[in-house]
């Protein structure tokens, strides 16, 4: 259960860093649009992409936190998890 605590945290904070780094991106992108015309273009992209990895983020945090807690769900969370990542998967494979 250590590793799998572990490895949950770990995709947490990857999952959260990104979302923070899209965040940020799609702030400079909002702000910048009009200086290029091809930059305004991205923007539906990078927000969508923003999305995916909050939400990526907030679904591996519970999971972590169920299964640190040993609450009744934590299996439901980890099958969440495995979800979202296959999501995140397929979200990247068909961009």
């Given at each position: 259960?250590?590793?799998?605590?572990?490895?949950?945290?770990?995709?947490?904070?990857?999952?959260l860093t990104?979302?923070?780094?899209?965040?940020?991106?799609?702030?400079?992108?909002?702000?910048?649009?009009?200086?290029?015309?091809?930059?305004?273009?991205?923007?539906?992209?990078?927000l969508i992409?923003?999305?995916?990895?909050?939400?990526?983020?907030?679904?591996?945090?519970?999971?972590?936190?169920?299964?640190?807690?040993?609450?009744?769900?934590?299996?439901?969370?980890?099958?969440?998890?495995?979800?979202?990542?296959?999501?995140?998967?397929?979200?990247?494979?068909?961009?």
């Amino acid at each position: 259960m250590r590793y799998l605590q572990t490895l949950n945290w770990v995709l947490f904070a990857a999952g959260l860093t990104m979302a923070v780094l899209m965040g940020v991106v799609s702030l400079i992108l909002l702000i910048y649009r009009e200086e290029a015309a091809d930059i305004g273009s991205n923007v539906p992209r990078v927000l969508i992409t923003f999305a995916v990895f909050f939400v990526f983020a907030l679904v591996s945090g519970l999971s972590s936190w169920s299964l640190q807690r040993r609450h009744g769900l934590m299996w439901t969370g980890q099958g969440a998890l495995a979800a979202a990542i296959f999501g995140l998967f397929f979200y990247f494979r068909n961009l």
